[in-house]
């Protein structure tokens, strides 16, 4: 599905590959609005809401997930930064993160 179609949903960041590293970044807006145009405070991405996030690349939606977690959604995006380098991640987040770094090293 093209993320034109939803009516929704709003951009909070960019993605892109930390240089000789395997890592990614994630790139906070700094000027976040809502799907109205309504300005939004950089607080709203550290506040516990229950959310639906999507990960998009090139228009299309790749990812949609959900989470409750403490520390609102930049918390919930930390696993796809190094895949949990630290810890043990699902397979899931595994795939997530290779497909988001794969990505990133053919537009290098």
Do not use: C, H
Not at 3 to 24: G, H, M, R, Y
Not at 34 to 59: H, T
């Amino acid at each position: 599905m093209k993320i034109n179609k939803v009516k929704t949903a709003f951009k909070i960041a960019d993605v892109e590959l930390v240089p000789n590293s395997t890592k990614l970044s994630f790139n906070y807006l700094k000027d976040l609005k809502d799907e109205n145009g309504e300005k939004l405070p950089q607080s709203v991405l550290r506040e516990n809401y229950a959310r639906v996030y999507l990960i998009v690349v090139d228009g299309e939606i790749k990812k949609i997930g959900d989470s409750q977690s403490e520390g609102g959604i930049k918390q919930t995006l930390e696993i796809y930064r190094d895949v949990g380098i630290g810890g043990r991640p699902s397979i899931r987040s595994f795939g997530i993160w290779y497909f988001l770094y794969s990505t990133m090293l053919k537009k290098t």
